[in-house]
């Protein structure tokens, strides 16, 4: 049978809606392009009766809601319904159309070849990106080694979370593609592509690893990129939901511990450095509704930065918990400070 879905509940969702929960600065119906590329004026423009978005600037994206959530968090398609689910309660239906689907056969050197069936574009390749991380160096670079302890990142730290260092992207990828192939290496996410072949990594220079652990598989990686001009301090795998950073950490926790929630993974290692219990979360729009039942059973401190976007992620995931009826703390920063500079500070965990 050839499934479809009814996307009507998502297509009536404001564009801005979307974009502002997003995470995207919107004024009128004007933003600065979430491609980076924007260094003055805005590019991105909203159209409010056509519930489309297009950007005029030099990446010249364009679409609507869903176009949106893929470009803007590197989702499938799939992927970005469930983002609308989680997010919005959008409820996209699957209906049966009681049709077979059309199969084709191409004829070819006389013999009659079966179709391929396209895979998905993205998954998570926890073999794959065990491989890779282990592959790299311990941190050793006097960039990552001043990053780390510019942070309160203690050596014991650094090797439980097992923070590696990739110094050469060129060789880097070359062993990948040589480990896993063309394909694999693309759909990892790990890789920039053109026509589903990978041409580069995604990192393209001297890097900080952060694995994502499930137990003992590697389930994702972030990056700390250290460029003059980079288009993002920290990039994320491309199409990979994102997960909650040292999840692990509450599997055998005692009911009632204080758990922090943080805006950002280095800030979850300081933390945890310092004897606290932390987990991480890659932006508010990825806290995903189904998580707030890991956290029941314990106290909550949600940590944002101290700037309007930490005070809007903050606001954003205490909202999940209550309305669950689960009360949460939220502590306030210092402006322009995060969780790293007040510990790296002042040296305590206070």
Known sequence: MNAKSDLSPIKQIPIIEVAKRLGIEVRGTKA?????????SPSLSFSINYNTWRCFGACGKHGDAINLVMEKEGLDFNAAL??????FNADVKRQFSGQRKRTCSIK??????APVQKQSEFFSDSELYTWFVNKCAFVSNPVGVNYLESHGISDVAASRFNLRQMSSPARAFRMLLQQWGEDRVFRSGIAWGRDG???SLIWGSYALLFPFYDEVKITYIQARMFEKEPKAKFLNLRGITK???????????PAGQTVHLCEGVPDVVSLESKGLIALGVLGATSFRTEWVDRFLKFKVVVLGDGDEGGAKFAKDISKYFIDRGKPVQCMTLPKGKDVSDVLAQDGSAK
């Open 32 to 40: 600065m392009c979430f491609m980076g590329h924007d260094k003055a």
């Open 82 to 87: 469930e983002w609308f689910s989680n997010n």
């Open 108 to 113: 070819q050197n006389n013999a009659m070849v």
């Open 197 to 199: 072949k990978p041409i």
């Open 243 to 253: 997960p909650l950073f040292n999840a692990d950490r509450l599997k055998s926790l």
